[in-house]
């Protein structure tokens, strides 16, 4: 038994190293993932469309997977905090379709994988305002209410689908098989779409400031990109709405309705920046924020399961 344990213990441990080992040039960290089988990399997505489908279906019917398609949830717990947001007709709008095309997301994933029940989420009011808290490196007064009004729904918008096609952008070189990359493009095709139509419309009311807390939108997604770039501990992956007009495209305009690197193309993440940030903790191996008890799927599992220090 002792001998078993041992063995299940170090093929685990030989599993993690393939994500903790990273190579590092002109500091920028490049991943060394790639004898990850393509179903561990496809599965991981799906704690982040989880989030965006439950998000946007609450957001914009009031309820979510367990009434639209509770086959998806194969009995994971209900989301906790979500509501139905008091949004515009045209946010509304714009809003369900991104639901349902979330729907979709979690389709065709599991045409390919087997993949897991839903994570426990929590989208709470209280959950968005924490984010936002950490944001602004203060809390504020009064607690951000996703769900109070379409421009806060957009705001907390900007929040989710970003991490989630950043993600996609870091998987696609490392999957093997053409079906999987095909897939993969596919999902970053309309996740980046999401991003873009978010970013756009909150670029339209940029100087907008939000009540009643007196910031501008343009402020919000500034604070909030330098949040995840802190908790991300791999440099810039993240740009607001407004940069100096040197960080801007071509270092020619300050504009940035859509972020990208010097060359105007678009970041990657790993799956352990990723968790570093959806988790809020700016660590994979401590689960809370938006995953109260972690993500799920083996690549999540590995990094709960075995602290740094067990190593």
Known sequence: MALLISNNAAAIVAYLLLFFVSNYCSGEAKSTITKVPDNDLLEFPLNLEYLEAEFFLYGSLGYGLDKVAP??????????????????PA????????????????????????????????????SFAGVIDKAFGKPLSPCFDPYASSINFLIASYI???????????????LKDASSRKLVAGLLAVESGQDAVIRT?????REEKVKPYGITVAEFTNRISELR???GHQGVKDEGLVVPKAEGAEGKIGGN????????????????????IVYGSGTAHAPGGFYPKGADGRIARSFIRYLPSTL
């Open 71 to 88: 086959n998806l949830t194969l009995g994971g717990p209900t989301p906790i905090g979500a509501k139905k947001a008091n949004l515009d």
């Open 160 to 174: 989710i689908p970003y991490v989630g096609l950043t993600g996609y952008v870091g998987a696609n070189p490392n």
């Open 257 to 276: 309705v859509l972020a990208g690197d010097e060359f105007s193309v678009g970041y990657a993440r790993t799956p352990e920046e990723i968790l570093r």
């Open 201 to 205: 419309l909150l670029y339209q009311s």
């Open 229 to 231: 770039n802190k908790l």
């Open 91 to 126: 946010t509304k709008d714009i809003v369900k379709q991104f639901a349902w095309q979330e729907v979709g997301h979690l389709r065709a994933i599991k045409r390919k994988v087997k993949g897991f029940p839903r994570p426990l989420l929590d989208l709470s009011p209280k």
